[in-house]
C-alpha cells in the first residue's frame, strides 16, 4: 500500500514560485514512476509533470515547460515540483500520484494507482 501526502501549495503573486512536496510511504512508491497532476474548478484533470523511478527520465505538459522543473529525492522518499514564473492559469488543487511502472513516465491519469489528497495552489494576477 503507498500514501502520499502533499504540501507546499499556497497563494503566490503572477512570477512567483512554488516547490510543491509529495512524501510518499511504501515500497512502490519509490520503484515507481510518480505524476504531479492538477484540476482547476470545472476542468477536467490534467497532467502536468512525470518522472521514472530513477530520476533519469522526466516529461512536462507543454504548458509548463520551461516553468516546472519534478525531482526525486529517493532518501527521503520525496518527489518534488518546483514551480517558477508562475501564472493565474496555473491556479488548481495539485496532486502527486504513483504509478504503476518503473521506467516510463505515465501521462494517463488511469495509469496511476495512488493518489495523494491534493494541495491548493493559487496565483493571483
Known amino acids: 500500500q503507498v500514501q502520499l501526502v502533499e504540501s507546499g501549495g499556497g497563494l503566490v503573486q503572477a512570477g512567483g514560485s512554488l516547490r510543491l512536496s509529495c512524501a510518499g510511504s511504501?515500497?512502490?512508491?519509490?520503484?515507481?514512476?510518480v505524476g504531479w497532476f492538477r484540476q482547476a474548478p470545472g476542468k477536467e484533470r490534467e497532467f502536468v509533470a512525470g518522472?521514472?523511478?530513477?530520476?533519469?527520465?522526466?516529461d512536462y505538459a507543454d504548458s509548463v515547460t520551461g516553468r516546472f522543473t519534478i525531482s526525486r529525492d529517493s532518501a527521503k522518499n520525496t518527489v518534488y515540483l518546483q514551480m517558477n514564473s508562475l501564472k493565474p492559469e496555473d491556479t488548481a488543487i495539485y496532486y502527486c500520484?504513483?504509478?504503476?511502472?518503473?521506467?516510463?513516465?505515465?501521462?494517463?491519469?488511469?495509469?496511476?494507482?495512488?493518489w495523494g489528497q491534493g494541495t491548493q495552489v493559487t496565483v493571483s494576477a
Open positions: 518522472i521514472t523511478w530513477s530520476g533519469i527520465r522526466t
Open positions: 500520484a504513483c504509478s504503476s511502472v518503473s521506467y516510463q513516465v505515465v501521462v494517463p491519469h488511469y495509469g496511476y494507482d495512488y
Open positions: 511504501g515500497r512502490t512508491f519509490s520503484t515507481n514512476a
